[in-house]
């Protein structure tokens, strides 16, 4: 069965404490890896999609990468505003072509 | 104009009630979505509309029911709900492609009394 998990589930730093979130998945056919920030009682913003491993996308404090079963999302310095819900989704051909949400880590970033 | 639109913000409704949820993007995406979230889990998808047909149902109550009268507007009309059926609902739109990048609103949080 296709899977995404993320961890961790919930993530607490010190302002300017870099960190990492992992997404792994098992599945097969992947067409697209997606991160998505999210805020309290908002919908999920659009951050990177990746297509292929070895892939690398940066946008100011957040770096992406892709290998064959996991992504990372990595944090340098993180501010206070970088708190939210990151979400991972993967786009399978074979899963009647939708994206496939992981269950999210929730980050908290502390002045 | 880069900005899905979800109206309204918040619905209280009684599980009688006959109610709708509205979305709106003039970007000029030709696949929009409905989505459910529940609290402090991921979206959960519920209907795809490609080109103003429906091209995924994923299993959801007759209760929910989705209209798409042109290509910037998408509808969900709600009747009889249920208590469990309280959750923020999600409208999103991509460009072309099934599930390319998706532009979410902002939701509608529903509370089912």
């Known amino acids: 069965e296709d899977q995404v998990t993320q961890s961790p589930e919930a993530l607490r730093l010190q302002e300017g404490e870099s960190s990492s979130l992992n997404c792994s998945y098992t599945v097969s056919g992947l067409r697209g890896l997606f991160w998505y920030r999210q805020d309290p009682g908002k919908g999920p913003e659009f951050l990177f999609t990746l297509y292929s491993a070895g892939e690398e996308k940066e946008k100011e404090r957040l770096k992406a990468t892709l290998t064959k079963k996991e992504s990372f999302l990595h944090i340098t310095a993180p501010k206070p505003e970088d708190s939210a819900t990151y979400l991972c989704a993967v786009h399978i051909k074979a899963a009647g072509n939708k994206l496939t949400f992981g269950g999210g880590t929730r980050v908290l970033v502390k002045p | ?113």
């Open chain 2, 1 to 113: 104009d880069t900005e899905v639109t979800q109206t309204p913000k918040h619905l209280v409704m009684g599980m009688t009630n006959k109610k709708s949820l509205k979305c709106e993007q003039h970007m000029g995406h030709r696949a929009m979505y409905w989505y459910k979230q529940k609290a402090k889990k991921p979206p959960e998808l519920m209907f795809v509309y490609s080109y103003e047909k429906l091209s995924i149902n994923e299993s959801v109550p007759s209760r929910f029911s989705p209209e798409c009268p042109n290509s910037s507007l998408l509808n969900l009309h709600l009747h009889a709900l249920q208590p469990e059926d309280s959750a923020l609902y999600l409208c999103a739109s991509s460009p072309g492609g099934l599930n390319e990048k998706l532009f979410f609103g902002s939701g509608t949080q529903l509370s089912v009394l």
